[in-house]
């Protein structure tokens, strides 16, 4: 991968900071609610994530142990303001099952794992996808693993960074084989792309404003 590219990744990074500053992305207090947030949050807004994990905490259940022996139902109940709660309390419980066999519930073993042998165990859990996978390595565990989200396949796309037919694994070794393999960097690129993504790249773009519409016209044949 060409040197143009790092240059190009760190010039849209730089552009949108300035823009928008930090993100103080994970908005958990915890590695366990960053993991429990991290499969709750699939196909639903935050806030409604938020209302669930307070429900957790209220509970005072928010320990690997106590959500181990609590029956998938009862977790299910309070999950509910999630939505699709059934099928995320099942997910969760796989997740938790996994962890008390692997690793005896303890997250801090876990993390201890080599970066990519824990990405492959993860993703063999049931109901863990790449995004979820790579969120929870990153934002909980603090290791260099690049989270990729729709916004940030259609943001590389509009800046003729990747083509079509890019999947999770080519944009995500777009970013990590051209910038420093830097958590804080990581966590605040793609926290910024979200932004750009809710603000500006819909699927029908507002470019007026964008931090990023400068570029527009820059970038030519980039990865050659």
């Not at 935050?46 to 928010?62: K, P, Q, S, T, Y």
């Not at 181990?68 to 303001?81: C, F, Q, T, V, Y």
């Not at 999630?82 to 997910?91: E, H, L, S």
């Not at 029908?204 to 980039?222: K, Q, S, T, Y």
């Amino acid at each position: 991968m060409s040197s143009r590219t790092g240059k190009t990744l760190m010039a849209f990074y730089d552009a949108m900071f300035k823009a928008y500053g930090p993100q103080h992305w994970w908005p958990a207090r915890t590695p366990t609610e960053v993991v429990v947030g991290a499969i709750l949050t699939q196909n639903t807004a935050w806030r409604n994530v938020e209302r669930a994990i307070d429900n957790l905490r209220r509970a005072n259940l928010l320990d690997w142990r106590k959500l181990h022996a609590l029956g998938e139902a009862d977790l299910a109940e309070l999950i509910r303001p999630a939505g699709t709660y059934k099928v995320k309390a099942r997910r969760l419980k796989a997740f938790i099952e996994w962890l008390h066999d692997r690793y005896d519930g303890d997250l801090d073993r876990m993390f201890e794992t080599p970066l990519h042998a824990l990405r492959e165990q993860l993703l063999g859990v049931s109901g863990i996808g790449r995004e979820t996978a790579d969120a929870i390595l990153l934002y909980a565990g603090s290791l260099p693993s690049f989270v990729v989200d729709a916004y940030t396949a259609r943001i590389l796309r509009r800046h003729g960074l990747i083509d079509d037919s890019a999947d999770y694994e080519e944009i995500k070794e777009l970013f990590e084989s051209n910038l420093p393999l830097e958590v804080p960097l990581f966590n605040e690129y793609h926290a910024l792309l979200v932004q750009i993504g809710k603000l500006h790249c819909r699927p029908r773009a507002r470019c007026e404003g964008c931090p990023l519409e400068r570029f527009e016209h820059e970038i030519e044949n980039v990865n050659e």
